[in-house]
T-cell receptor, first 114, second 110 residues
Framework: DTEVTQTPKHLVMGMTNKKSLKCEQHMGHRAMYWYKQKAKKPPELMFVYSYEKLSINESVPSRFSPECPNSSLLNLHLHALQPEDSALYLC?????????????FGAGTRLSVL | GEDVEQSLFLSVREGDSSVINCTYTDSSSTYLYWYKQEPGAGLQLLTYIFSNMDMKQDQRLTVLLNKKDKHLSLRIADTQTGDSAIYFCAVTSGTYKYIFGTGTRLKVLA
């Protein structure tokens, strides 16, 4: 099983709303990732968690707040977003040792900010 | 920093072979990957190759790696309409980071 599950699939929110994106994996992976992808572009790394600790923050604005409650779950809390934050948000997970850090991706959450 | 380039577009006829190319600048990557993304979907891992290999074959997919020229290619044999998608190559940069190529949109004509 190489499944990463993301919810919701679609989300529409206003600039004053607070919402959360969720990601879950049961592969025993200890690294989890958030990416942002604009149309016809490659994914851009936002955050990396390793063993439930934030390992990489790619200078993401504070209106995006990641959280890793346990080794299987990853959340992305959204607050006061801008229309330019509309994108496909992808979660991924990988083992942290060996196997070349193969990342497995979820289907994504398509976010629209009005 | 690392730069990974791909041609933007490729069009082939159903049943023909497709070859998608990728060039990169950093030779320290230990693994190189190919992902497929269909419209509105996430990235699906197709295959990967370790940097000490020249070739890897997996059913209809053949990956060729030329480390001297820093060139990676993905050949899809007997291309089908279901292969129409965007294909991304990716190389590792450090423990966790991927550097993705710009993506190649493959269109398969019936």
């Amino acid at each position: 099983d190489t499944e990463v599950t993301q919810t919701p699939k679609h989300l529409v929110m206003g600039m004053t709303n607070k919402k959360s994106l969720k990601c879950e994996q049961h592969m025993g992976h200890r690294a989890m990732y958030w990416y942002k992808q604009k149309a016809k572009k490659p994914p851009e790394l936002m955050f990396v968690y390793s063993y439930e600790k934030l390992s990489i923050n790619e200078s993401v604005p504070s209106r995006f707040s990641p959280e890793c409650p346990n080794s299987s779950l990853l959340n992305l809390h959204l607050h006061a977003l801008q229309p330019e934050d509309s994108a496909l948000y992808l979660c991924a997970s990988s083992q942290t040792t060996g196997s070349g850090n193969i990342q497995y991706f979820g289907a994504g959450t398509r976010l629209s900010v009005l | 920093g690392e730069d990974v380039e791909q041609s933007l577009f490729l069009s082939v006829r159903e049943g023909d072979s497709s070859v998608i190319n990728c060039t990169y600048t950093d030779s320290s990557s230990t693994y190189l990957y190919w992902y497929k993304q269909e419209p509105g979907a996430g990235l699906q891992l197709l295959t990967y190759i370790f940097s000490n290999m020249d070739m890897k074959q997996d059913q209809r997919l053949t990956v060729l790696l030329n480390k001297k020229d820093k060139h990676l290619s993905l050949r899809i044999a007997d291309t089908q309409t279901g292969d129409s998608a965007i294909y991304f190559c990716a190389v590792t940069s450090g423990t966790y980071k991927y550097i993705f190529g710009t993506g190649t949109r493959l269109k398969v004509l019936a």
